[in-house]
């Protein structure tokens, strides 16, 4: 049989970087345990990788972009996005409404760090029961 050139797969991978760049990943892929798409017949792993480009039993489009995937070091996450928050009413709005909260009325504790410290050390753990 003979040997893949890289003529063979330039109308596949038009771009000659991109080929030995795309041809070098599928050779890692294949020697880290992922199935060939084509018979060994005795060839190492780049010739196989230019065999599967050749003969288009994997995808350059597919194979590009798990390249790019495994060369990226932080992926985003598509997350959906947050709801819409209502909008705080102003000042003239907030005084016309009929049950608008008085936030000047609520106090707040203070503790100092000792205060708090002190009250930490005073409590004793809850007994364990052998029922749980």
Do not use: W
Not at 28 to 38: D, F
Not at 92 to 114: C, I, K
Request: proline residues 6%; hydrophobic residues 40%.
């Amino acid at each position: 049989m003979a040997r893949v050139t890289v003529e063979d797969c330039i109308d596949k991978v038009e771009n000659r970087f991109e080929l030995v760049l795309l041809a070098a990943h599928r050779a890692r892929m294949i020697s880290s345990g992922s199935p060939l798409t084509v018979e060994r017949d005795n060839d190492k792993n780049p010739v196989v990788a230019l065999r599967e480009i050749a003969e288009q039993t994997v995808s350059p489009e597919d194979m590009k972009e798990d390249l790019i995937h495994s060369l990226q070091k932080y992926v985003e996450v598509d997350e959906p996005e947050a709801e819409a928050v209502p909008m705080v009413p102003s000042g003239q709005q907030a005084a016309t409404q009929v049950n608008a909260v008085d936030d000047s009325a609520v106090e707040f504790d203070r503790m100092s760090e000792e205060d708090l410290l002190r009250g930490l050390e005073g409590l004793v753990p809850p007994e364990r029961s052998d029922d749980v």
